[in-house]
């Protein structure tokens, strides 16, 4: 069984493009930092095992469940900066576990991050010993050991081609699919062994509280785009201080409150833009639909994230002239 490997070219911020990182999987991707969008992706299937890899130029803040139908094994493999998966802090070189149609609460992945993803079967994983949890529950592993670098330098080499290829291409690799799918698996498996963190109950009782005030928050948000928000109000509706709120937030997804509800705006107008089919658009209508009610400074903001107007978001959809007027 050959072992095929798929790779990807991102060179703009597209939530269609995002949504299949890894498959069976269903995320929502914001663009959280400043600036033009790129990245890449690689697929590699061998075996009954698929291995997802990705790196992005900007800050995302992604959501979501995992495949309902495999265990998820993730691994940080570069990164300037630790994030927070689901409470728990995740740094370079972190294996987590992720049991059959997991929900990954928003989780900020900071620029530069190359991440691994890689989802098997429930019974290969326990036949090599590698303790599984039961479906949609996580297990987090430090990533301190030497067995943890040995796993992230065959990580490393699975998901670098040691050829050159196009942008975006389908190519085979020779060798045995299902002895890599074994490796691989023991190599995991040698990593969590090895690991001085593997009790996950030492992280429950501290990051419960905070995830729940990022999941109310979250959620709010996301049905009030269009509405006025008030951090005060806000912080009385999740019961926390506004000194707590701008500390989580900050610590989490490297910004303020205030920021975030502009960042999340923004990437909402996007995606409108995006998803139209209509060829006649009034971008300040979309604006006003996701919170920009003062549109002197929409433009600006939008360019300044996302790197162009959103007039030109409207002329890069493939089919449709730009009918729309930046207000």
Known sequence: MQRRITTLALTSFSTDQLRETVRGSDFEHTQLSEGPFCGRLLRSQFGDSVLDAGSYSRDLLVRGTFPADRVVLG???????????NGMRLAVHDLIVIGEGGAMEPYRLPAGTQWIAFQTRRDL??????P??????????????????????????????????????????????LVLEEELIAAFRRA????????????????RDRSRILRQVEEFVTHHLSSEIRIGDLCARVGTSQRTLEYLFNDFYGMSPRRYLTVRRLNAVRDRLLQTESEDVSIA?????????????FSQAYRGLFGELPSQTLAGRSGFPSTGIDP
Do not use: K
């Not at 994983?125 to 590698?130: V, Y």
């Not at 796993?151 to 975006?168: D, E, I, M, S």
């Open 125 to 130: 994983l326990e036949r090599e010993g590698i």
């Open 285 to 297: 209508a979309v604006a006003s639909g996701c919170g920009f009610h003062h549109t002197g400074r």
């Open 192 to 207: 969590i062994d090895a690991s001085r963190d593997s009790d996950p109950r030492r992280h429950r009782p501290h990051c």
């Open 75 to 85: 691994y940080i493999l570069t990164g300037g900066e630790a994030g927070y998966f």
């Open 132 to 177: 599984v949890p039961d479906p949609s529950r996580m297990v987090r592993y430090s990533g301190l050991s030497p067995e943890a670098l040995q796993l992230g330098q065959y990580l490393a080499a699975l998901v670098t081609p040691g050829r050159t290829q196009r942008p975006n291409s389908t190519l085979r690799v020779p060798g045995n699919g």
